[in-house]
């Protein structure tokens, strides 16, 4: 179990508030240049940088602290050592600070481990920021960055780059969990079958270069286990064409791969992959089975050079060292189908990220930012005498000779303009980046709804298929914003199929096809998909709504922007929560308890989900997954935990929440305007079109049968005068709910009973066009 941190000292500028941020976000905020600081015995640091220890890994005792703002947190007893590979030999060395060395299970913000470049080769201290920014906004899963101002026994250090570490830290927060096995690739991990010597690799846990693996095992390390590599590569080198174009889905992430891939020509990175077999992670999801390639490793980019190439104008689709064998890259631009979507994200991410509009203010904010701290950075030129203080400035903006042939700025020009030049732009087939489902019961009748990402230059049509006998035929998907769909145009298609009672668990595959025909398929087959039922039962506590990427909608009691879940008492009678617990693991049900505090009837409480659980009572101990996860309510009965409410979210949109439609409703719809600590009442204000109906609607109560109250929802396909009236089984009324004039849109209203006895009675829905009547039952 982790471990709460310890903070032991503050300095004299340290307010309270510094510790409520939220969690690691606070410590990757670029808006501003932190300081940190390492205090450490004078002989300690000797030994990390005498050059006979530049490839020890041994950590020494340290004092870490962190000031953002004039707040200081301090740490005692953290590990530290250098890290990196060429950068050991340099003036400018990189260092590492791991917060669990001493004290087992400690975290600091979220972090085990901090990982402090020193960017030696890029007189910019720039270049590799950026790169992560643009794997961040081409939802790439890439680690989190910024600049710090670092000093060791109060000496000025110089300007470092504070780079997330890739571990299981990072997989939790990228991934839905960190079961699977990571590898760390590094030279001269050409992922092919032989060697260096050109010996076949017969066990790729024993095989070594240099006296390490090129492919090294980070997680699981007890078990070894190298067969899912092993077979991965077994497949990229030896399966014939048609079964590689057919089957390399289920072995990795395609599409994110040709993201990464276009990228890194985008960027010019050779110190990677393609070109220097070397500096990227493999993570073997348990999710799906599949391997995604993690990005590692970006100071030689944009423009730095060791090889007399120049990466402003190299070939897009001959990027990699054309002598040597590369399966992964060669093999996937081999086949045309995935060489026109190479060729789709390479002008995506032209278009909206890598161009100058979007990059040159982005890089002159964060001159402005570090440009002091850079110019007093005297290790800075240690490993190149031949830069001065003055070429931090020119760098930006030309060439510096030797190993910087570009100035960063005309490197981006350059390369823009020589990549548009070279893309050879071909109809596409369909590109479904994700999918997720979930599967709605009200009373036995289950719905599933199905959601989609998909792009394509030319599409036509997106649907959806079950692997159920009796429907046969697909169901249709749409980005109109209409429904359960959250934004119109948004390349997120949503649909549902009412599928009775069926009992058992479903598989579906979304397909895609465009105007000329050209058809994909998600999972390839078999459907692999497993929908999954939310225990979606009238319940007295529900989860009510929830944000998985909250920027600017809410903040907490800092000042900060943490995701959050909202719970909802279903009751008119108030809720103790001693015994609830809140998780996003099913598996794992008592993952965070609720303090011991109530929820009034019908009213609202939120959790903020920032895995910082110091910062406060309701601050729980994990983040939500904007790609979605599960979410569960749970109350411990003895020794067991019973399922109060659970769900399945999908892929979420920042600053959008996934609400119930209507509090306590069964039904979920994305809301732009949402409605933290709030009823769900009505989804849409006035000139909101997002939502609106083809026709007048009215919906079924949730929940029904219901005691005392239930929500009644209507959707107008104009503005118009509603009037929402109660009769009992004799056709007496007994309740007019509202009379008055309603926007066009979708509403829900909540009725309460307390007043009636038991029976069947009817709400009856009347506008200028429009009649309609349904029956529901309250049990006392």
């Known amino acids: 179990m982790k471990q709460l941190l310890t903070i032991v000292s ?58 953002k703002n004039e707040e200081t947190e301090t740490v005692d007893s953290v590990g530290f050592r250098l890290r990196g590979n060429t950068s050991r030999a340099s003036e400018k060395k990189s260092f590492k600070v791991s917060f669990d060395t001493f004290i087992d299970g400690r975290e600091y913000r979220g972090l085990d481990k901090m990982n402090l470049n020193g960017e030696h080769n890029d007189p910019t201290v720039m270049r590799a920021k950026l790169s992560w920014d643009i794997f961040e906004k081409m939802d790439v899963k890439a680690p989190r960055s910024n600049h710090v101002a670092f000093y060791i026994n109060d000496v000025f250090y110089g300007l470092y780059l504070n780079v997330e570490h890739i571990d299981n830290e990072f997989l939790k927060k990228e991934f839905d969990g960190d079961s699977g096995n990571l590898y760390k690739c590094l030279y001269p991990a050409d992922l092919g079958t032989r060697d260096l010597d050109n010996n076949l690799i017969a066990d790729f846990s024993k095989h070594e270069e240099f006296g390490r693996r090129p492919y090294d095992l980070k997680t699981n390390e007890a078990e070894n286990d190298y067969s899912g590599l092993a077979s991965f590569i077994e497949f990229l080198n030896n399966s014939k064409d048609q079964d590689f174009e057919e089957q390399v889905h289920e072995y990795m992430d395609v599409d994110a791969t040709l993201r990464w891939m276009a990228i890194d020509v985008l960027t010019g990175n050779w110190d990677n992959y393609s070109f220097n077999k070397n500096n990227f992670y493999l993570y073997h999801s348990p999710d799906d089975g599949r391997f995604v390639v993690i990005p590692y490793d970006y100071d030689n980019t944009l423009g730095v050079d060791f090889f007399g190439i120049d990466w402003g104008v190299r070939n897009i689709y001959n990027w990699g060292n054309q002598h040597e064998t590369r399966p992964l890259t060669n093999r996937l631009l081999g086949i045309q189908k995935f060489k026109d979507w190479f060729s789709y994200y390479l002008n995506e991410t032209i278009e909206t990220v890598f161009n100058e509009d979007s990059l040159l203010p982005e890089i002159d904010r964060m001159k402005a930012m570090i440009q002091t701290s850079a110019e007093a950075d005297t290790f800075r030129t240690k490993d190149w005498p031949a830069l001065d203080f003055e070429d931090y400035d020119k760098s930006f903006t030309q060439a510096l000779g030797g190993h910087v042939p570009y100035g960063l700025k005309p490197f981006i020009t350059q390369r823009t303009n020589s990549a548009l030049n070279q893309l050879q732009l071909n109809n596409i087939y369909p590109i479904i980046h994700t999918s997720s489902s979930k599967l709605l019961n009200d009373n036995g009748d289950k719905t599933i709804v199905v959601e989609a990402t998909v792009k394509d230059d030319d599409l036509n049509v997106v649907s959806a298929k079950l692997d159920i006998l009796e429907i046969l035929n697909p169901f249709e998907l749409n980005d109109d914003g209409n429904g359960a769909d959250r934004i119109a145009g948004d390349g997120i298609y949503t649909g549902s199929k009412e599928i009775g009672s069926y009992p ?277």
């Open 10 to 67: 503050f300095s004299i500028l340290c307010s309270t508030a510094a510790l409520s941020q939220s969690g690691s976000k606070w410590l990757f905020d670029d808006s501003t240049l932190p300081e940190v600081r390492i205090t450490i015995a004078p002989n300690y640091l000797d030994e990390i940088l005498d050059d006979e220890n530049q490839q020890s890994d041994h950590e020494f005792l340290a004092t870490f602290s962190f000031t």
């Open 504 to 780: 058992d668990d479903i598989n579906f595959f979304v397909l895609a096809q465009d105007q000329q025909g050209k058809t994909s398929r998600y999972p390839q087959n078999p459907a692999k998909k497993i929908v999954q039922e939310n225990s979606d039962v009238p319940s007295d506590l529900l989860i009510n709504e929830l944000m998985a990427s909250n920027s600017s909608t809410i903040q907490d009691e800092s000042g900060s922007f943490p995701d959050w879940v909202e719970v909802f008492n279903n009751t008119p009678d108030e809720i103790s929560l001693s015994g609830y617990f809140l998780t996003d693991d099913l598996a794992n049900p008592g993952k965070w308890a609720f303090p011991d505090t109530t929820i009034p009837g019908e009213g609202f409480l939120i959790v903020w989900a920032d895995d910082d659980e110091k910062e406060g009572p309701m601050h729980a101990s994990f983040n939500l997954n904007k790609s979605g996860e599960d979410l569960g309510l749970y109350k411990k009965n003895g020794n067991n935990f019973e399922a109060v409410n659970t769900l399945t979210f999908g892929e979420q949109t920042t600053d959008v929440s996934y609400a119930r439609d209507g509090d306590g409703v069964s039904s979920f719809v994305f809301r732009k305007e949402p409605t933290p600590g709030a009823t769900n009442g009505i989804i849409l204000s006035a000139g909101d079109n997002s939502e609106i109906p083809e026709n007048v609607t009215l919906y079924q109560n949730y929940p029904n049968p219901f005691n005392p109250s239930t929500t009644i929802s209507f959707g107008l396909d104009k503005q118009d005068k509603v009037t929402l009236e109660i009769f009992n089984i004799t056709g007496q009324l007994v309740e007019t709910i509202t009379s008055e004039v309603f926007s066009a849109g979708k509403h829900s209203l909540k009725f309460r009973a307390d007043n009636l006895s038991s029976g069947v009675y009817f709400y009856r829905l009347k506008t200028s066009v429009s009649t309609q009547t349904k029956k529901f039952t309250l049990i006392k």
